[in-house]
């Protein structure tokens, strides 16, 4: 494998930086450069344009995408070749939501026809639970549903179905638990009542350590109001590939639904993981995210670079973040049912690509996974995005807006436009002395306070941004919105020569965490960490200060 930095077009792209002039003689220069720099793709519109970027610029990352094999690796993903190399395992979320039918294999098994039985599985429980047929152990119907998991079995159907909203059934209210702090599960079960709920735990293993512990909980309040050990099964549902510690807990076998490890938890919301997402829009609408999802997947996999969506947004980010030092990206939602998108995508991308070591085991010597963030429109406006137009860091911004709202009540929806495309705008041209001056003109001010105060109000511009259009957000558009992001962290790894797939830098904080919840439970002092671990830990078993 050759090393990333020696790579031809790196080295170019490192000199071509300097040749970049002001995004605002760029536009100056090229009156065309918004149809030149946009592109349309599974129900999307990505306008690029606003970028520090020539077609010399895009030239050299798509070289760079080409000298990286990128297309080689592409390949190998969709053929379910065992691209986690670190585990062994195949990356097939991509599967999950293939309706061709055509085989798909793993181990020289064809995993299909296990999707189709478990999307018709799903189909027949949410039927008997929203019909009335499934019932608790006093013989009422379900009203709620707790969704109990961690990480991706937790993040990816809640900021889903909060996304789609509109689209609920109102058959059932879902409740999303993940922390494992006391509050979190307590807030939850004080307004649901024991003899109308029921719990979906989502874990691998049934082991991991806050879902299981919150499970439990569930458990002991199910009990505690009046149910037998034998009710548990009415009232509790596992996504787990452990079926024996599932059934020993009293879920019944025909209440289980599989987890693969060809799917990773931050993609798994495809899977049954997504059963809370489908109980509150129903199987039709779970069916149409799939589909838009497939629809960015049949792009990425046969666009050619200069018109692959992912490609772009993927090779732009790491130009910022490679060769301008940027450490971060901004996700800004101008809707409020995406609010909760930018901590998806956050989890997606840092998940995968926070990494420092090469496939081939090399520390890598350039920058890799950018910190995500971000908030919905309007209200960062009159908070951190003082920092994206004036701060001394660069910072490069998604901007992301369905042209039509679900609720348009007199002029919100315009004036959330306006705010839009004109925060774009002034990320772009920014605002120069000359021009804080003259608006000044006409102030009472005197000339040394004018002086002084347009320069306070001087904003560099030059600030890069993607803009990301829908006509309405629908299931259909929000699968394939999500399946763009995944492929663009993909994209990134491939060329950072990562392993996008695996994470141990969770795995040491769950052992080491185990390790001080024995030293926490014990009676003894702790004495054998450093000074910091075993002061935190003593002062805790004391209780007080």
């Not at 069916?287 to 046969?302: P, T, W």
């Not at 496939?359 to 971000?374: E, K, Q, R």
Request: charged fraction near 15%; aromatic fraction near 8%; glycine fraction near 8%.
């Amino acid at each position: 494998m050759t090393k990333l930095t020696q790579l031809p077009s790196w080295l170019a792209l490192t000199d071509h930086v300097q040749e970049i002039p002001h995004m605002r003689d760029l536009f100056a220069q090229d009156s065309q450069r918004f149809d030149n720099m946009s592109l349309s793709a599974a129900g999307l519109f990505l306008d690029y344009s606003k970028n520090r970027a020539t077609d010399k610029t895009l030239s050299l990352l798509f070289q760079l995408a080409k000298e990286s094999n990128l297309s080689t690796h592409i390949a190998a993903m969709f053929k379910g070749d065992k691209i986690n190399t670190t585990e062994q395992r195949a990356v097939l979320h991509t599967a999950l939501r293939d309706n061709s039918g055509k085989a798909t294999l793993v181990d020289d098994i064809n995993i299909a026809p296990e999707i189709q039985t478990t999307l018709d599985k799903m189909a027949q429980f949410i039927d008997a639970v929203t019909s009335g047929r499934w019932q608790g152990y006093t013989g009422k119907k379900m009203t709620d549903v707790v969704s109990i998991g961690i990480g991706g079995s937790f993040l990816g159907p809640k900021v889903v179905s909060q996304a789609l909203r509109p689209y609920w059934s109102g058959h059932v209210n879902c409740h999303f638990v993940a922390n494992v702090d006391g509050t979190s599960i307590s807030e939850k079960l004080k307004g649901l009542n024991p003899e109308t709920t029921l719990f979906l735990m989502s874990s691998k293993s049934f082991g991991t350590q806050e879902t299981l512990t919150n499970t439990l909980t569930a458990k002991a309040w199910l009990l505690e109001h009046g149910a037998k050990q034998q009710d548990v099964a009415h009232h509790f549902v596992a996504i787990t590939s452990n079926v024996a510690k599932a059934t020993e807990f009293g879920i019944d076998p025909k209440n289980i639904f599989p987890m693969w490890d060809w799917v990773g938890g931050r993609y798994s919301l495809w899977s049954a993981i997504g059963l809370p997402i489908a109980m509150l829009i129903g199987m039709d609408n779970f069916k149409a995210l799939l589909a838009g999802a497939n629809k960015m997947d049949k792009h990425f996999a046969s666009a050619p670079f200069e018109e692959n969506m992912p490609v772009i947004m993927a090779m732009l980010s790491l130009w910022y973040t490679n060769f301008y030092g940027a450490q971060s990206n901004v996700v800004l939602t101008y809707d409020h049912y995406l609010r909760g998108l930018p901590a998806y995508f956050q989890q997606l991308d840092m998940e995968s690509n926070g990494k420092t070591t090469t496939l081939n085991g090399a520390s890598v010597d350039y920058s890799t996974g950018p910190v995500i963030w971000g908030g919905e429109g309007t209200n960062g406006q009159h908070a951190y995005h003082q920092l994206l137009h004036q701060g001394t860091g660069l910072i490069p911004a998604d901007f992301i807006m369905p042209l039509q709202s679900h609720n348009p009540i007199g002029e919100h929806h315009i004036q959330l436009a306006s705010n839009c495309f004109g925060q774009t705008q002034a990320l772009m041209q920014g605002r120069t002395y000359e021009e804080s001056l003259s608006e000044l003109s006409s102030s009472s001010l005197n000339e040394q306070d004018k002086a002084l105060i347009a320069k306070h109000k001087v904003m560099p511009g030059n600030k890069p941004s993607n803009t990301l259009l829908m006509d309405k957000l629908t299931p259909d558009t929000l699968g394939a919105l999500i399946a763009l992001y995944e492929h663009r962290t993909f994209v990134q790894g491939v060329i950072w020569q990562l392993n996008s797939f695996d994470q141990w830098g969770v795995e040491l904080g769950k052992i080491l965490g185990n390790d001080v919840l024995e030293r926490l439970e014990s009676s003894k002092p702790s004495q054998t960490l450093d000074a910091s671990s075993n002061g935190l830990i003593n002062l805790f078993r004391q209780g007080t200060l």
